[in-house]
């Protein structure tokens, strides 16, 4: 009994290292830019697909396949942004025709990898899928632990980078007051152009991430949104500490509940906690 | 368009339904039954959206748990008392209106992409209810025996579509109600600037709970027949996002200041699909559906009436140029 509650805890706090990587991206797009990316897990499994293809036919690891597509997921979402920004930020409608408009590419995505792959479950290869470390009775399957590792340094990096880069603390500016920099005569759109194509190249790595640890098929990432949306919110929208903390709970609750209860309840943990948080705390865990 | 008053409005709603349902008499072939039953539905959707995302400007990703909340709750009744299928429209009604209310009061008083992303995340959760649900059948899904004739001896498909052509008028009638009335003037301040609105008295929460409970007791009321319809019901099927792409990409489609948009998009939108489905496939169909919203979107804001208005206004009097 201990052993499993112990196990369940350590593989709780493995896939909550997952879920930090999964929701950095909308930790920067929804938490500093203000831009509600609905459309972040469609990302993040086309960034899943390009691994599968990459390691299926020329053999290439998972993970680098994932730094391998980090420039075409820049590149994507800088025009994204574009598009975004000329068709509804600049006229002040991004609240109603904007969630519309990410919902819509949410679908399109979704469906169009349909009609490419079908709805068969995809994996990868690799040399870490399969064997664990142990430490006493805590087991590490390194197909966690691989993702884990990789999630905390690119949120560090991202960390260090928003710290102490030029272009970092023009981002967190952006995110303070928008206004202020208008009246500077900066224009915070180029900022916001590069904060955002950032964040969606980090699906590209999540993606990576996600099908190391499961087998992949198009529809599963409307199961992220309520998770990523929830993390974020309870980190205090755009606190890196923060959002790193609530993935952790987020995932040793889901774990445990996988264990006692059964894995078809987890997707109802990530919601109760959005709920209690938006009722209770909207500033989330440690909100600014 | 002169102003018609709203009792009359109702009126000739009536009369068209009247006449539609005496014209549906002379139908040969019961695929037209199964047809228009899918097209009409997605009327009472669509309005029932605009409620809430037209009228008030908050987005309602969820609108398939609303549906599947009134189709689950059809089964159960189904499976409890085998009522009237009137009965169980109302139920779904109620039940779907109490989760709106429920959901509304926690997350309605922050912006409204909150509520956006609660409402995208409840469809998750409720499906997961459902799954674990063995009552209802569980992720088995559930079989319902549909009666053969309808209580004035048509064929039951035929009575099914008569209940959603009848429930499609009402649901217009509620919006066009709403548009020329006290709640849909509030509603309007609250799209247009709810800080403004809140400062001038305007009772947002109330009006907004309100407007959400409406939208999801019609949604509700839409998926009770559904049980009846498919005969086999599995929470993928009742759960499925094509309700929720279409019941938003309809009135973004048709436009969302009136409710004229809804029903021009549903009715557009819905055929299109019915004729797609059987000569192409449905995958690519959905597929065709996100495209066309989110070029809608971006392209043409104020959808088919708002490029129908703009096109009268402009042969009226010299182009005026548009506010940035």
Not at chain 1, 144 to 170: C, D, E, H, N
Not at chain 2, 53 to 62: D, P, R, S
Not at chain 2, 116 to 145: C, E, H, K, M, P
């Amino acid at each position: 009994m201990f052993s499993l509650f112990v196990n369940a805890i350590v593989a709780g706090l493995l896939l909550g290292g997952f879920y930090a990587a999964v929701s950095v991206g909308v930790a920067i797009s929804f938490g500093m830019l203000d831009i509600a990316n609905l459309a972040h897990p469609a990302f993040i499994i086309l960034g899943a697909f390009i691994a599968y293809i990459l390691n299926t036919d020329f053999g290439i690891d998972p993970v680098v396949a994932g730094v391998l597509a980090l420039p075409f997921f820049y590149l994507l979402g800088a025009a994204i942004y574009q598009v975004y920004y000329y068709s509804f930020e600049r006229r002040g409608e991004e609240a109603l025709r904007g969630l519309a408009f990410f919902f819509g590419i949410l679908f399109i995505t979704e469906v169009a990898l349909i009609l490419i792959f079908g709805v068969d479950y995809r994996f990868v290869t690799a040399p870490y899928i399969g064997p664990s470390i142990y430490i006493g009775d805590a087991e590490l399957p390194l197909r966690m632990f691989v993702p884990f590792v990789i999630s905390i340094v690119m949120v560090g990096a991202l960390q260090l980078f928003l710290s102490k880069t030029f272009i970092g603390r023009a981002i967190l500016a952006v995110s303070q007051d928008d206004l202020a920099l208008k009246l500077m005569a900066i224009r915070p759109q180029r900022i916001k152009n590069i904060a955002f194509a950032i964040s969606i190249a980090t699906a590209s790595l999540a993606g990576a991430c996600l099908i190391i640890i499961q087998p992949v098929e198009p529809s599963i990432g409307r199961d992220y949104i309520g998770r990523v949306f929830a993390i974020v919110v309870l980190g205090g929208m755009g606190s890196f500490p923060g959002m790193l903390t609530a993935a952790m709970l987020i995932g040793v609750m889901e774990s445990l509940t996988a264990t006692f209860y059964g894995p078809s309840w987890s997707p109802a943990v990530a919601f109760g906690f959005l709920l209690l948080a938006l009722a209770v705390r909207p500033a989330g865990l440690m909100g600014r | 368009m002169p102003y018609i008053p709203t009792r009359y409005f109702c009126l000739i709603a009536a009369l068209v339904t009247l006449a539609i349902a005496v014209s549906a008499r002379f139908a040969t072939n019961d695929y037209f039954f199964f047809a228009g039953y899918v097209v009409l539905q997605y009327v009472v959707m669509a309005t029932a959206w605009n409620i809430l995302g037209g009228y008030t400007g908050y987005v309602n990703f969820g609108t398939a748990g609303f549906f599947a909340i009134g189709a689950y709750s059809a089964v159960v009744m189904h499976k409890l008392f085998e009522p009237p299928l009137v009965v169980s429209i109302a139920v779904g009604g109620v039940m779907s209106g109490l989760v709106g209310l429920g959901m509304g009061y926690l997350t309605l008083r922050l912006r409204g992409v909150f509520f956006a992303i609660a409402t995208l995340a409840l469809a998750i959760v409720l499906q997961t209810l459902i799954t674990n649900w063995d009552f209802v059948g569980g992720s088995r899904g559930v079989y319902i025996i549909r009666p053969a004739n309808g209580p004035f001896g048509h064929p039951y498909i035929q009575y099914l579509f008569l209940t959603m052509l009848v429930l499609s008028t009402i649901a217009v009638c509620i919006a066009r109600a709403i548009e020329h009335s006290k709640l849909g003037y509030g509603l309007a301040t609250i799209r247009d600037d709810e800080l403004a609105a809140e400062a001038a008295g305007v009772p947002t929460l109330k009006l907004k709970l309100i407007a959400t409970v409406l939208s999801g007791a019609l949604m509700g009321m839409a998926g009770a027949p559904l049980p009846y319809y498919v005969t086999y019901l599995d929470p993928s099927s009742g759960f499925n996002l094509a309700f929720a792409v279409n019941s938003i990409a309809m009135p973004l489609i048709g436009g969302t200041s009136s409710w004229l948009g809804p029903v021009i998009g549903a009715l557009l939108l819905a055929t299109i699909q019915q004729i797609a489905t059987v000569t192409i496939s449905s995958a690519l169909n959905l597929l065709i559906v996100g495209v066309i919203m989110v070029g809608f979107v971006v392209a043409a804001p104020n959808g088919i009436v708002g490029l129908f208005e703009r096109g009268v206004r402009a042969r009226r009097r010299p182009a005026k140029k548009e506010a940035a």
